[in-house]
C-alpha cells in the first residue's frame, strides 16, 4: 500500500500489529514477529484523522438522521392519530430494508463509506418529510408508505456502513468503547428529539405532534446528510496502536456479491446469531405503539419518549464497560454479557405482562378511554419500567455488535455480518409493524416479543461457545477467505 510522504513506518516492538493489519492489539499479549507501526499526524491533523474523532462524527450521522427517526417512532405513530398508517409505512420500510441490507455491504465496499453513508442519510430527511406533508395534508399517507419504502432502502446502505466503521477503527481491546461512544452519541439524537417534542407539546390537547416539531426534525436531519462528506476515508486512518484500517479492494461488483457467500460459507456459525438478530427490532412495535401510543396521552408519550433515550446512554455505556474489562478474558466477557442479557429479558417482560393485562385493543380504541398523564397515579411505576426497556435495548443492540466484533477484524467479513444483522433485523420489524398494522391483540404481540428475544438467547449461546475467542487472528480470517475462494473456483 502506497504511503503518503510524510508518514513513517518502524519496526515495532512485541505485541503490536503489521503494517496494513486490522487486528490492532491483543487482549492476551500475542507476540509477532517483524512487525510495524504506522506513526500518526500530528497536531489538529492528527486530531482530525484519529479513530476516536471518526466514530464520533459517524454518532452525529446517526444522531441526526436514525437519532431523530427514534426519536419520531417512540411517540407512537410517530405522533400521528392514525397509527395505522406509521405502522404501515414502518412495514414497507423494514420490508426494503430486509432485502437491500443483504447487499449493502456490497455496495459499501464499492462506493467507499462516505458516499454510501451520504446516500443513506437522505432517505431519512424524506421520510420525516413524509410525516409533515401528512400533517398538512390528511389524504398524504400513500407518500408517507412510499417514503418508508425509499428508507428502508437507504437505511440498509447507512446501517451497513456504519457498522463497518465502528468495528474497523478500533484495536480489539477498544471495541466495547468505541461501541459505546457511537451508541451513546446517536441515542442522543434521540434525547434530542425527545426534549424537542416534549417542549412543543407539553400543553397540546390534540394528542398528535404538530408542524413545528417536524419542521424542526427536517431541519436537523439535513445537517446531518451533510456530516459525512466532512468525514476522512477510512484508508487513511491509522489506529491507536499504529496498525492500518484495513479497506478492502474487490476487483468487481460480481465479486462484491460473492463476498456475501463466502463470509457465511468462512464463518457458518453466524447462522446461531440470526435469531437474536431478527429479535433486535421486533420489541419496538409493542413498546412505541402497543405501550407508550395506546396508553399514554401526548405529553406522557413525549416524556417517556425521552427517558427512554435517556436510558439507551446508560444500558450502551454499562455494558460496554463490561464488555471492555480487561481484567476478565474475552470469552468471560462474552458469557457474563448474555446472563446480563437474559436476566434482562426476564425482568422486564415479567413486569410488562402485569401491565399488558390490564388494557386490550378494543378498550384503548374505544370512545372515552382515558389515557395516562404524568400527573395520573400508576404513571410512575410506567414511566420505571420505560426506562428499563431503553436500557435493555441499547444493551442487546452493543452486545450483538461486540460478539460479531468478537468474531473478525477484516473490514470485507465485518461489512456482510453488519448487513445480515440488518436484513433479518429489518424482516422481523417488516412482519410485526404489518401484524400490529391489521390489529393483532396487544398480548399476542407481547408474547411474541418476549418469546423471541428468550430464542435469540438461547441460540446465540453456543455460537459464543464455539466462536468467541480470546484473540482474533487477522491470518485466521484471511485463511478463511482464501480456503473459500479457492473451493468455489
Known sequence: MARPDNEKVFHAPHGIARTGSSTGSSDDGAHHPELQVFERPSGLKGFYYNPPTQVVMLGFVCFMCPGLFNALQGLGGGGQLNEATSANANSALY?????????????????GSKITLLLGSVGYALYIGSYLAVNIHPNASGFVIAAGAILGICAGMLWTAQGSLMLAYPTESQKGKFIAIFWSIFNLGGVVGASVSLGQNFHSETNSV?????????????????????????????RSDGSRVTTPQHPSWRTEFFGLWV??????WIVLLFPMFFASNWFYTWQFNDFNGAIFNIRARSLNNLVYWLAQIIGSVSIGFLLDQRSLSRRLRAFSGWCVLFVMVFVVHIWAYFYQRQYTRAQVSAPGYHKFDIYDSGYAGRIVFYIICGVLDAMWQTTAYWVMGAMSNDPAKLAHFTGFYKSLQSAGAAGIWRGDAMGLPYMNIFVSTWVLLVVGLLCALPMIHMRVQDHTEEEDDLHDLDQALTREK
Open 210 to 238: 404538530g408542524n413545528g416539531t417536524y419542521v424542526v426534525f427536517l431541519v436537523l436531519t439535513g445537517v446531518g446528510v451533510l456530516i459525512p462528506l466532512l468525514m476522512v476515508d477510512p484508508s487513511k486512518m491509522v
Open 95 to 111: 420490508s426494503t430494508f430486509a432485502f437491500f441490507a443483504f447487499f449493502a455491504g456490497s455496495i459499501n465496499n464499492v462506493l
Open 263 to 268: 463470509a457465511l460459507r468462512t464463518d457458518p
